[in-house]
């Protein structure tokens, strides 16, 4: 393995000469180097860059380098937001191109495709077949299926429908020191054996790296209705958010954005923000068309108490393509951010929201937040330019602050995007659930080079690099 | 460790004076020395029961064990179907005394319990409160949601809403050598770490005994209408199942009775078997009011082109109540039975339905299922009376022979009911699956002494017992 400044040559030509030329770039191609941490100026370097085109090259490529103790980074679509597919050295083993949908049986609810596919384009190839692939995190039109089964992703649809792995039946997957490997498939439901399947879900490329998988989907609910209420305070608003939980309504999203959040969006909203307006909640009712319609008059009902404004007529399309725009509509503004994931046990959202604009403040940084209100998952955000040195640092040291904030409300760092390389220093276990998480890995990968310096407890905690 | 003819006497004592005597019995009490699967002529020994009070007293009692390589077997409400329960010396420790319900927030759809609270109580705590806990595998009121969470138990209504593991937020457990672990709780979703909850889900109690859980409910659907229909012949039956998913309609539940489970439980059926009846289908519709109306109707419009009959009036409760019995039905009726759980893709239900009645034909039994047809799961039967010997050693041919047609089919040899004691040995795992397993069981139990003998691949396959 090289060094940052130059990369070991022998890698790309080893690598080259193992899987043919057209399979392997030199470890210099920018887009390969980071992921959505770009905007905050993380980007990383590697000796290689590997596109297998099948499983078996997949292996064959982790079996070179393993043999070779040279690291191997999992990358999907690069849309991660705790950097786990930046490398630090060795190579970065690309899903891009394995992209075939391998069978679809839609009159089954069943799907097999590699973990290059597109989240978007499944959902569409589901969708054109009276399917709905439920999860729908943001980026889907760049993000891989196999990431998203690496993260576990959420989205806004998750409150109703849960997150990536409930519709994962099967895992084809590459593990040290070269095996290919099924866990799972078609069958729905399978108990002979551990359940490596969902061990591998959320794993973050530590383990494996996921080459295929089975899907479940389900029959597309015939409509699906959008309830967006405005609120005066963030108070009114989460209070609401209990009510919509409280009263028993099941809406399939129930999504969030703060003040801030939403003072930065709101140009682009597809209607009618109301003047005063300091929360937004952004709701969809599901299902057949009675039931939706039922759902929906519900969300109204619950939410016309408090709000200053209710709308139901706002298009469907363009709101869920604004509230996946929130994202950038904020970074933009000062450009750049520092967003984190963090995740609080729902009644306790207001407390979390407002800490997030508090700890900010004490650092002088704007904070603001944004999310899946019903699932208490926030996106807290702190706003700074790239280039902006000291507030780069200031955000550092407010992140810090902001996750022992969570912790108190009895929370977790993360709830959908992962520990990556940014918040693994952070993350607590108890000593125990650390050794166990360390046994794992070692169980899967004994030399340490899938995804190294990624999600799991460090050997010698505090000794990292803080990011 | 004594012997099955003579317990060690000291590991009782030692334990008592430990725990205190009113939390030990001798190994001797017969009720904690057998599962279901006593109906098989089934029963274990042991040195000891170990009833704790607490996860801290179950942590001592592991502990004490650990350190004097006493196994220790996990034991749940004892209503197991693979054997997963018996003890085969060393020590049982049951969840009978974990009975507390710790919190109960039915705003918030959540309730944490001890291992030991019957699912049936938890189910009707749930249901008092407006709330449904979906998971209803057979026998649930006598089954503890601890020893449901260590099967990862299905049921009827899985097929909607999955099985016990997607209702689990976090896990309370006991691990070697003696430690109390938390992972996951309230959170609705958590990435910060492997997912050791799910890892623990499905394990048989060879990683953990499970002392207490955190689970999601959700509103309790407004209606719910069963839907029955019998059909002239399997392949008609098999075909308006697969026209039901084919057709996007989603029941809640969606299992079936062969011809043989049907002859046998037809008698106390709570309505009318037309003559001529080869195979049922119990299916549910629930939702709102109007939305459970309208998926009964698309029931009965998809039933009523090939069906003898379909019923829509059955009183549900009775239904349910009858269907949970026809286990014992089919066991009465030649005073004993083997029953496998198999699993198949959903589509070659028909054939697992045939091949069943077709091995225990060539091996002079009666072969007969009933089952979630739904998701392709079989509890697959052949009649025979305990105390038939050669008619039990039969169906230890037979089975063999069932496994050997599941996986001709692309099924695997359990669905819901795991592999325990009875079924590892069956088991076929790729090399490097088989040998992960073995690690991650070391990660947790360096000794092994979890379970011993249950669910995971033997070091040396096929050396062990078949039972």
Redesign the interface.
Known sequence: VGTAESPDPRIEHGLAALLGRDQVLPGTVAEFLHDATEERGIAGWADAIVLPRSADEAAAALAWCYERDVPVVPRGGGTGLAGGAVPCGGVVLSTDRLQAVRSFAP???RIEVEAGVRTADLRRRAREN??LFPPDPGAAEQSHIGGNIA??A?GPH?FKY??T??WVTGIEAV?PPG?V???G????????????K??L???EG??ALVTAAWLRL??APESAFPVVAFFPDLETGCDAV?SV??N???PAALDYLDEGALRLAARSYPGQVPVGAAFAVLAEAD??E??AA?VRDDLVHVFEGSALAVETDVDRGALWRWRDGVSLAVATARGGKVSEDL?????RLADAVRGTVEVGRRHGLTGLSWGHAG???LHATFLVARDDTSGQQAARRARAELFAVTRAL??????????GLL?REY?E??R??AA??R??????DPKGLLNPGK???PDDPGSGPRL
Chains 1, 2 share one sequence.
Do not use: M, Y
């Open positions: 009159e089954l609810w009276g399917l993260t576990n959420g998750a849960g997150t792995g409930a593990v095996d490997v099924q866990v498939g078609v069958l729905r439901k399978d108990v002979a054996g551990l359940d490596l969902r061990l879900i959320g794993s530590t383990l389900i029959p209990g939980i409280g028993g309504v099941v299902g057949s009675a039931e039922s995740e609080v046990p729902v009644e699932d208490g998952n009895g929370g977790s760092i993360s709830g959908e995007h992962g520990l918040k993350a276990w108890s125990p659930v166990l998480q046994q794992i890995k070692a169980a899967f999600k799991l407890p």
